[in-house]
């Protein structure tokens, strides 16, 4: 496994909800230097070259981000990101600068794009990812899924598929909503059913996110927003407008945000993602990110099998055997190829 943090640490598979959301519990006192104030905060904005710190006793101060801060390993398009527990200093001109980042438990990186060297952090530190997608207005691909939840397997972090905009959907389309639900909730995936017109599905929503903190991510458009204006009633967050609504995402949500909800707990709302990169991984390493294909190739001839076309390969008999679904088969050899290349390339 390729070395860089956030692998290293972690659990979330395991049991969500470690997080320590009670950030005013961490020691507050860190010793000043020079008569400058230091203190523990935990990141939840990031607008330009600002950073909105929440600190022990409830204060928000923005903060420019001092020194260099590369990450050991990854090449981020910004060196601190929304769920950070970091150190501030604040001298007595009332400047805040932010001085240092805890070691992170887990994040989400994704690549911009196949060809782009750089990549992105969405948030880190968290206890549970939704995966907001819609089937249709717009369309998420089941490619695009299963390369949010390869990252996610890679980096340890929690998922739950929430398919939303149900109310919008004719019988075909709910046909085809119950096959895919059925296929994710086989590998271990659970899903659940949303509609923030009815209502439906928030309940379970309100009751999964208590207590945790917990990052929405998906195309533009697929109602991120519109869901977390559904778990707290504090704020209102700016959804797109229906009128100027077709068929894309209009990109409303500009910049990821965490969000105090009811009951305890954060929900991040980040901007909608085209596409999602996958990073850093070997070819070995990608079949052990799907997990119902991890499994099969246990029986595979050949220790090193890339389940392509080998002799002996469990994988790609359970493949014609149907206990491996074809899409997500495809979704490999594509994950695959863009590893490849990336070898290639570099
Ligand atoms: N019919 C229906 N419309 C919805 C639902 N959820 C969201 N919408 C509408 O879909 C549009 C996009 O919703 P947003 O909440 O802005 O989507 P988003 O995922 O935050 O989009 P970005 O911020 O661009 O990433 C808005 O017009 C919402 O009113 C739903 O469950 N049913
Ligand atoms: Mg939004
Ligand atoms: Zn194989």
């Given at each position: 496994m390729a070395k860089s943090e956030g692998r290293k640490t972690n659990n979330a598979q395991r049991g969500a909800?470690?997080?320590?959301?009670?950030?005013?519990?961490?020691?507050?006192?860190?010793?000043?230097?020079?008569?400058?104030?230091?203190?523990?905060?935990?990141?939840?904005?990031?607008?330009?070259?600002?950073?909105?710190?929440?600190?022990?006793?409830?204060?928000?101060?923005?903060?420019?981000?001092?020194?260099?801060?590369?990450?050991?390993?990854?090449?981020?398009?910004?060196?601190?990101?929304?769920?950070?527990?970091?150190?501030?200093?604040?001298?007595?001109?009332?400047?805040?600068?932010?001085?240092?980042?805890?070691?992170?438990?887990?994040?989400?990186?994704?690549?911009?794009?196949?060809?782009?060297?750089?990549?992105?952090?969405?948030?880190?530190?968290?206890?549970?990812?939704?995966?907001?997608?819609?089937?249709?207005?717009?369309?998420?691909?089941?490619?695009?899924?299963?390369?949010?939840?390869?990252?996610?397997?890679?980096?340890r972090v929690l998922v739950h598929l929430v398919f939303n905009k149900t109310d919008l959907y004719d019988n075909d389309d709910h046909a085809y909503l119950n096959d895919v639900i059925r296929l994710y909730s086989s590998i271990g995936y659970p899903c659940i059913k949303t509609s923030a017109e009815t209502g439906e599905g928030i309940e379970q929503l309100k009751a999964l996110t208590k207590g945790k903190i917990t990052l929405l991510a998906g195309h533009s458009g697929v109602g991120k927003s519109s869901i977390i204006n559904l778990l707290q009633s504090d704020v209102s967050r700016k959804v797109g407008k229906i009128s100027d609504y077709h068929q894309k995402g209009m990109h409303t949500t500009t910049f990821s945000e965490m969000i105090e909800i009811e009951g305890e707990g954060f929900v991040i709302d980040t901007p909608g993602i085209k596409g999602f990169g996958t990073v850093d991984m070997t070819t070995q390493e990608v079949s052990h990110y799907f997990p119902e294909i991890f499994r099969f190739s246990a029986d595979c001839r050949y220790y090193n099998c890339l389940h392509l076309n080998e002799p002996g390969c469990a994988v790609l008999k359970a493949v014609d055997e149907h206990y491996i679904s074809e899409s997500r088969y495809q979704s490999y050899l594509n994950i695959l190829e863009d590893v490849n290349e990336g070898k290639y390339r570099s």
């Open positions: 909800g470690e997080n320590e959301l009670k950030y005013n519990a961490v020691a507050s006192s860190v010793p000043s230097v020079n008569g400058n104030r230091k203190e523990r905060g935990l990141v939840i904005r990031n607008t330009g070259n600002y950073y909105l710190v929440r600190t022990a006793d409830g204060t928000d101060i923005l903060c420019l981000a001092k020194g260099n801060f590369r990450l050991r390993g990854i090449r981020s398009t910004s060196p601190v990101v929304v769920g950070d527990r970091v150190i501030i200093e604040r001298s007595s001109d009332e400047s805040a600068y932010i001085i240092e980042i805890e070691d992170r438990k887990n994040y989400i990186i994704r690549k911009a794009s196949n060809l782009s060297k750089h990549s992105h952090i969405l948030a880190a530190n968290i206890d549970l990812a939704l995966l907001c997608i819609t089937l249709r207005f717009p369309e998420t691909t089941t490619v695009f899924i299963d390369r949010f939840l390869v990252t996610a397997e890679a980096y």
